[in-house]
C-alpha cells in the first residue's frame, strides 16, 4: 500500500511548513490527486489519519480533489477523458502515436490550513492561515 509513503511524505511536508511558519496546529490539508496518480482515496484517508498521530497534524481534516485524466492528439488536437483503464487512442482520427496526458497524474498539496497558537485575547479565535504551494509545486 503505497498510500502510506504519500500520507507520510505530505504529514513530513506539512510538518515542516508549518514549523517554518511557527503553527502548533494544523487543522486541514487539501490535495489534488489525478485519476491516473495510482492513488485509492480511501486508503490514503485512512493511511493519512495513522500517519498525522502525534503530530501537530492530529485531527486535521484532508480534502483530496479528484482531476479527471485528459489527453490531447498531437496530429489532430483533439482532447478527450481518457477515463479509466485509460483509452489513449484519439477518438477523433484514431492516432495513437501522438497522445499526450494533459491531466491526470497530479499528486500535490494544494494549500495546508492552520491556527496559530500563539497568546491572545481568549474571546478572540486565532487566525487561521492558508499557505499556497510555491511556484515549484505547481
Do not use: K, N, Y
Request: overall charge negative; aromatic content about 2%.
Amino acid at each position: 500500500m503505497h498510500e502510506m509513503s504519500i500520507a507520510m511524505a505530505v504529514v513530513s511536508q506539512v510538518e515542516e511548513a508549518a514549523a517554518a511558519a511557527g503553527a502548533h496546529t494544523v487543522s486541514a490539508v487539501r490535495l489534488q490527486v489525478g485519476e491516473l496518480a495510482g492513488v485509492v482515496p480511501d486508503a490514503l484517508a485512512f493511511c493519512f489519519e495513522l500517519a498525522c498521530a502525534d503530530t501537530v497534524l492530529e485531527g486535521a481534516a484532508l480534502t483530496a480533489e479528484a482531476v479527471p485524466a485528459r489527453a490531447r492528439c498531437t496530429s489532430c488536437t483533439g482532447e478527450w477523458a481518457v477515463g479509466m483503464p485509460p483509452d489513449l487512442c484519439c477518438p477523433a482520427c484514431g492516432g495513437a502515436t501522438g497522445t499526450e496526458l494533459v491531466s491526470g497524474r497530479e499528486l500535490r498539496i494544494l494549500d495546508v490550513t492552520w491556527d496559530d497558537d500563539g497568546p491572545q485575547d481568549a474571546a478572540v479565535p486565532a487566525p487561521a492561515h492558508t499557505r499556497q504551494p510555491i511556484s515549484e509545486e505547481r
